[in-house]
T-cell receptor, first 112, second 114 residues
Framework: DAKTTQPPSMDCAEGRAANLPCNHSTISGNEYVYWYRQIHSQGPQYIIHGLKNNETNEMASLIITEDRKSSTLILPHATLRDTAVYYCIVRSLTDSWGKLQFGAGTQVVVTP | DVKVTQSSRYLVKRTGEKVFLECVQDMDHENMFWYRQDPGLGLRLIYFSYDVKMKEKGDIPEGYSVSREKKERFSLILESASTNQTSMYLC?????????????FGPGTRLTVT
């Protein structure tokens, strides 16, 4: 069973904020939300993760709803280099080692 | 910046050949991983290692073996390459502090077995 649901694709204008939603309605209390992206022909890239508080780093912001059933990844000023597939993942730190399971993700296309 | 490098971006081998894929990370990470990525199947874990000379099987270890003689290097070995091992192979590393989900990936090796 998929733990997360994401829209298959979305477009964003260069310079604008990109808001990527993710539903994880069955998330449990000890599960974190992680975001990765994969630019075409490259390896996946870690972006950010959080448990229940909003998080921000140099790449993006992560907003998690109070009930933790959904979250939004925000790219504040999208550039053409942000065109990639973005993956939302939920996982407990007690889950078995190394099982980074990507779903289908959201294909984001940033246009000039 | 974390840097994970893989020995080749593209590789073509014949069926039955022994294939070595090398991965090196320069961040002194304890954990290293090998995945393959295929269209429609996503990322699948082959093997991982959380210490030198230690290894654990992932979801699809059959037909593969690994070696970790030094902390920074993790090798994937295809004992006898087959056409169904044609794939993109990705190496990743993570620190104990970052946990195994804050993984840093290499650029990948696209292997074709003919």
């Amino acid at each position: 069973d998929a733990k997360t649901t994401q829209p298959p694709s979305m477009d964003c204008a260069e310079g604008r904020a990109a808001n990527l939603p993710c539903n994880h309605s069955t998330i449990s209390g000890n599960e974190y939300v992680y975001w990765y992206r994969q630019i075409h022909s490259q390896g996946p890239q870690y972006i950010i993760h959080g448990l229940k508080n909003n998080e921000t780093n140099e790449m993006a912001s992560l907003i998690i709803t109070e009930d933790r059933k959904s979250s939004t990844l925000i790219l504040p000023h999208a550039t053409l280099r942000d065109t990639a597939v973005y993956y939302c993942i939920v996982r407990s730190l007690t889950d078995s080692w190394g099982k980074l399971q990507f779903g289908a993700g959201t294909q984001v296309v940033v246009t000039p | 910046d974390v840097k994970v490098t893989q020995s080749s971006r593209y590789l073509v081998k014949r069926t039955g050949e022994k294939v070595f894929l090398e991965c090196v990370q320069d961040m002194d990470h304890e954990n290293m991983f090998w995945y393959r990525q295929d269209p429609g199947l996503g990322l699948r874990l082959i093997y991982f290692s959380y210490d030198v000379k230690m290894k654990e099987k992932g979801d699809i270890p059959e037909g593969y073996s690994v070696s970790r003689e030094k902390k920074e290097r993790f090798s994937l070995i295809l004992e006898s390459a087959s056409t169904n091992q044609t794939s993109m192979y990705l190496c990743a590393s993570s620190s104990l502090a970052g946990g195994d989900y804050e993984q840093y990936f290499g650029p990948g090796t696209r292997l074709t077995v003919t």
